[in-house]
């Protein structure tokens, strides 16, 4: 039994190529006049070029070629790149002179050495010769007493905080550092002798009493000289005293 067949299925080894070609375009191909070429049905087909017949309808399409975008005055705009602004102006690279100078860093003028030093808030200048208000005694003893070894700063600490007004806050501030040093010596000294009992040697007590003794000396010809001498751990002990003891009212 043969294979069914459509009428799209041309093989040029097939006998039949013709006939099935002849099928599918509607009838054969035929001559035109005497023209090279055929055309495959239809009623028009290519002739000769008559004499006095232009070759094309419009004279001017026989003009030297030339390039389309000449014709345009700028190029077609990208739909992805936004419209410029009016009256943008593109950013200019700033202009580099390698003659200038390099740029420096600002400094400080220099402090003159003549300035008075900065202190702490609350810090009033010494002045020796001037009296405490309250004791009648030069502003330099009564500020170094308080640090006075043996005991004796311990009592005149009490004294001045007792006796000298707050509006000499100098003088308080000294009363109540060297009261709160003092202090802490005499019970760190007790500790260590209850220590020295329970273990029979005293050599810490004693050690710690010629550390306290030299540390004093050397507090009471600081605070002598004129020095802004502060403490930084008893800061907390030294404000405590010098606002629990208040001066007694004549």
Avoid: C
């Amino acid at each position: 039994m043969s294979e069914k067949r459509s009428k799209y299925d041309t093989d040029p080894l097939d006998p039949d190529f013709a006939r099935q070609t002849e099928e599918v375009w509607g009838g054969a191909t035929r001559g035109v006049a005497d023209a090279p070429t055929e055309m495959l049905g239809g009623d028009a087909g290519t002739r000769p070029m008559q004499p006095g017949e232009d070759a094309r309808l419009n004279p001017n399409s026989e003009a030297a070629t030339r390039r389309i975008d000449d014709q345009f005055a700028q190029g077609y705009p990208s739909v992805f790149a936004p419209p410029p602004a009016p009256n943008y102006q593109p950013p200019t690279a700033p202009h580099f002179n390698p003659y200038a100078p390099p740029p420096q860093a600002y400094a400080p003028p220099p402090q003159s050495p003549y300035a008075p030093p900065p202190h702490a808030q609350g810090y009033v200048p010494p002045t020796p010769n001037r009296h405490v208000a309250g004791v009648g005694i030069a502003e330099k003893w009564v500020t170094a007493l308080p640090y006075a070894p043996f005991y004796i700063g311990v009592v005149v600490s009490i004294i001045e905080l007792l006796v000298v007004p707050r509006g000499e806050p100098r003088a308080r501030f000294h009363a109540a550092q060297g009261l709160a040093l003092q202090l802490g010596f005499i019970v760190i000294s007790y500790a260590l002798r209850l220590v020295g009992l329970l273990s029979g040697s005293r050599a810490g007590a004693v050690l710690f009493g010629i550390a306290a003794f030299v540390f004093l000396v050397y507090s009471f010809f600081r605070v002598l000289g004129g020095s802004d001498y502060r403490i930084a751990p008893l800061s907390d002990a030294t404000r405590w005293l010098d606002e629990k003891i208040d001066p007694k009212k004549k």
